[in-house]
């Protein structure tokens, strides 16, 4: 099994042209983020992932942003998944990684809407799976894996990270859910959070070993599923980013690590540690 990383376009403050260039640079095998909303955009952004040999996997975030809008109904959430994956099928993308749903809603609205999201993607020929994140549907474990059961075909993109911060521990202490939900995980998002965060200042930090020594853990199950699977391409993105999430001195609001490098690192580090992973 071959491991494709993208470049994440999250809180990124460039233009997609230089985010390109970027990724190429960094060694990047695509992007992942939201497909332009201009049609002329999606045009021109397409055939530059096309010309320069990059793939892409599509970021959609329903009824609202990355936090969405509480008052948003079920239906509003589907007719912006709508939208946008119809903007995400003209780039062909590997598959889309969508944010959605609400943490408020009960447990059959959420069952329901995602029966549906997989209905409306399957209808633009599309691959979809659905974040593990603060504030959506899939915003702790347990509830997570009721879904997951509850809908076989429901396919997920992880991100442990959210997780900690919601249980305000290790997941270590919920290995059992992670093995549960593995069979249905197509994508990792490579954060590494702790007990108190979603984002350690740096991943490489030897005070924060253990946690990203926890979250290589439990990548390796999401890994070996995919093997058992049959699967020959895993993917992951490194996605540390700002909003919040980097952490800055105080007063001077000088972050404590650079981004890219922060990124680049985690691409490196994980290319190594899968390969390390697949030959064990």
Not at 252 to 273: C, K, Q, Y
């Amino acid at each position: 099994m071959e491991l494709k990383v993208y470049k994440s376009l999250w809180g990124y403050d460039g233009d997609w042209k230089r985010a390109i260039l970027e990724a190429l640079a960094d060694g990047f095998d695509g992007i992942e983020g939201p497909a332009p909303a201009q049609t002329s955009e999606r045009r021109h952004f397409g055939r530059a992932l096309q010309v320069h040999g990059l793939d892409y996997i599509a970021e959609i975030c329903t009824a609202g942003s990355y936090v969405p809008d509480r008052q948003a109904s079920p239906k509003e959430h589907l007719g912006s998944l709508r939208q946008r994956l119809e903007w995400s099928a003209e780039l062909a993308p590997r598959r889309v990684t969508s944010l959605a749903g609400c943490d408020a809603w009960p447990e059959d609205t959420s069952r329901d809407f995602f029966a549906e999201a997989m209905t409306l993607a399957e209808s633009f020929g599309l691959e979809i799976s659905f974040e593990t994140h603060r504030g959506r549907s899939l915003f702790n474990p347990w509830t997570t894996r009721r879904l997951a059961e509850a809908l076989p075909g429901l396919r997920l993109t992880v991100d442990f990270s959210h997780w900690c911060v919601v249980c305000e521990r290790l997941m270590d202490s919920e290995r059992d859910v992670i093995e549960a939900i593995a069979p249905q995980v197509c994508h990792v998002h490579a954060r590494v959070g702790y007990e108190q965060g979603p984002q350690v200042p740096h991943p490489a930090a030897p005070e924060y070993a253990q946690a990203l020594s926890a979250h290589q853990g439990w990548w390796e199950i999401v890994w070996k599923a995919m093997a058992a699977r049959g699967d020959t391409v895993a993917t992951l993105t490194p996605e540390f980013g700002p909003d919040g999430y980097l952490h800055h001195l105080p007063f001077t609001g000088v972050p404590v690590a650079d981004l890219r490098e922060i990124n680049r690192w985690m691409a490196h580090t994980e290319r190594a540690h899968f390969a390390q992973c697949m030959a064990g």
